[in-house]
């Protein structure tokens, strides 16, 4: 129910203002600033689905069909560098995407964002374990702070909670490891 509302007041919304921060439509037209609690920018794609004539079902799924083939293309990737076999990457990336607790925010809590968020946290552990993993002198060891950068960017922009529970179990990795 919240991701539907959500893209239905952001499709709404676009012809008033764009980005929209105040949506006005569940709220009864005083307005509700969602985009504070959790950001709008992935909710986009399923709205400007809405607004090209799609329903809002049929919007809500492309959102969900294209949050999967992100995940599994971002941990096939991601588990590549860390892991360094393309069997092993394969699984991973499998396992990844029938993950119990994904697969119940994403279709039973209906939780877009929570969703998306695991879009980028294969991004955050690889960008971890190849920080305690690698060399300081390697190739590319200088350039580990990207792929972290990126990911947790990524994460504040789908889902702030999944972001601060990164943030939190990537502090208490960071004390535990020195």
Known sequence: QGS??????????????????????????????????????????????????????????????????????????????????????LMGSVLYLWCPYRLHEMYVDGNLGAGMAWIFLPIVISGMIRLYTMDRGEDGYGRLWMPLACGFSFLALSSTSVLMVTLGMGILLFLFMG
């Open 4 to 89: 539907l509302s959500r893209i239905e007041a952001i499709s709404q919304g676009i012809g008033r203002a764009f980005p929209v921060r105040v949506v006005p439509w569940p709220s009864g037209d005083h307005g509700y600033g969602a985009a504070s609690f959790q950001a709008d920018l992935f909710y986009l794609v399923p709205a400007l689905g809405r607004l090209a004539g799609m329903g809002l079902a049929g919007a809500y799924k492309l959102a969900l069909l294209l949050t999967n083939l992100a995940t599994a293309a971002v941990a096939f990737w991601s588990f590549r560098k860390c892991l360094k076999r393309r069997e092993t990457a």
